[in-house]
């Protein structure tokens, strides 16, 4: 995703095994998608990694210096592009747990409102 029109993700690491039964999606999605992925995000720099005997993953480098790897083991070719796609569309930052579902700087000295109430 671009953050005031900048793109967010740097590079995005292709990592896979040539024997691996485990690999087989993501050497198809190299295949036949990933050329295709390149040239739509020309802003992308897009590396593949010959890793024997692991297990294929995606691991993006975000300009805000994060990093998000992403297993995809014994995934379909389309199910590989939609991770990378989601990385691409990704800001790079951590997810933080809300304490609540209301969040503001003011909260009500009355209490939160909820549908609960009695009139």
Not at 5 to 29: E, M, N, P, T
Not at 77 to 98: M, Q, S
Not at 104 to 117: D, E
Request: proline share 5%; with cysteine.
């Amino acid at each position: 995703m671009a953050l005031r029109g900048v793109w967010q993700l740097k590079k995005l690491i292709v990592s896979y095994c040539d024997w691996g039964g485990s690999s087989r999606g993501i050497r198809a999605f190299m295949e036949s998608e990933l050329p295709v992925f390149k040239e739509k995000n020309p802003q992308l720099e897009v590396v593949t990694e010959l890793i024997r005997g692991q297990h294929p993953h995606l691991k993006a480098f975000y300009k805000n210096k994060n990093e998000r790897v992403i297993c995809v083991k014994n995934m379909d070719p389309e199910d590989v592009l939609h991770h990378a796609t989601r990385l691409r569309n990704a800001l790079g930052r951590k997810v933080i747990k809300l304490r609540t579902r209301h969040v503001t700087k003011r909260p009500s000295v009355q209490g939160t409102w909820t549908t609960a109430l009695p009139f």
